[in-house]
């Protein structure tokens, strides 16, 4: 069945990095766009990234933008988001899911299929 676990969260200071692993299997990676969200407490889930299956296209949502790098090694059956100059705002638990579509596109944010269980990441000094 299809499966993703996150790995790679954690602790780290205001303008630390952090880069997220999303390991996948029982799909063919290679033919599926992946997304990356987060949910902090007492919020709603937010979208943040997806990147396209064949292409690799990246999508990224404002408030990561020019600091999450997402990417992805189809070999390897991972996904990963690089995380950069992070701030107190980004804490929350992160989770990768497989999209509905294999190409991301202009309505990407509504297309999230399958969950993996999250890790969360703690930006505080």
């Known amino acids: 069945q299809v499966r993703l676990v996150e790995s790679g969260g954690g602790l780290v200071q205001p303008g630390g990095s952090l880069r997220l692993t999303c390991a996948t299997s029982?799909?063919?990676?290679?033919?599926?766009?992946i997304g990356w969200a987060r949910q902090a407490p007492g919020e709603e889930r937010e979208a943040l990234s997806c990147i396209s299956s064949s292409d690799g296209t990246a999508y990224y949502t404002d408030s990561v933008k020019g600091r999450f790098t997402i990417s992805r090694d189809d070999a390897k059956n991972m996904v990963y988001l690089q995380m950069n100059n992070l701030k107190p705002e980004d804490t929350a638990v992160y989770y990768c899911a497989t999209m509905r579509h294999p190409l991301c596109g202009s309505y990407w944010r509504r297309g999230f299929g399958s969950w993996g269980q999250g890790t969360q990441v703690t930006v505080s000094s």
């Open positions: 029982g799909f063919v990676l290679d033919y599926s766009a």
